[in-house]
């Protein structure tokens, strides 16, 4: 079955950086979208960045835009965010995601990410 896996999350300062990974398995993952949301307290789940299947990113939330970078590896069937200048709006559950179209999409279990000093 499809299943997504997250990782890479934690605390850090301000400023500071993290490397988040997700981890696909039960889909032929090189030929589909991968997208990152997150979700902070109290608000709506948002999303952050999506990378086309050929490796182009090809959209970034303005407020990550020139600090985030998504990135894909189809041989190891992983998808990646690069996560630099942290700052404390940052602070969610990140979460990655993929659509695929008979079965709909479908999403991982999320990675807390908290920016605090």
């Known amino acids: 079955q499809v299943q997504l896996v997250e990782s890479g999350g934690g605390l850090v300062q301000p400023g500071g950086s993290l490397l988040l990974s997700c981890a696909a398995s039960?889909?032929?993952?090189?030929?589909?979208?991968i997208r990152w949301y997150r979700r902070a307290p109290g608000k709506e789940r948002e999303q952050v960045a999506r990378?086309?299947?050929?490796?182009?990113?090809?959209w970034y939330k303005d407020s990550v835009n020139g600090r985030f970078t998504i990135s894909r590896d189809n041989d190891k069937e992983m998808a990646y965010l690069q996560m630099n200048s942290l700052k404390a709006e940052d602070t969610a559950v990140y979460y990655c995601?993929?659509?695929?179209?008979?079965?709909?999409?479908?999403w991982g279990q999320g990675t807390q990410v908290t920016v605090s000093s």
């Open positions: 995601s993929t659509y695929l179209p008979v079965d709909g999409e479908f």
């Open positions: 039960g889909f032929s993952f090189r030929h589909y979208t």
């Open positions: 990378i086309s299947p050929n490796g182009v990113p090809s």
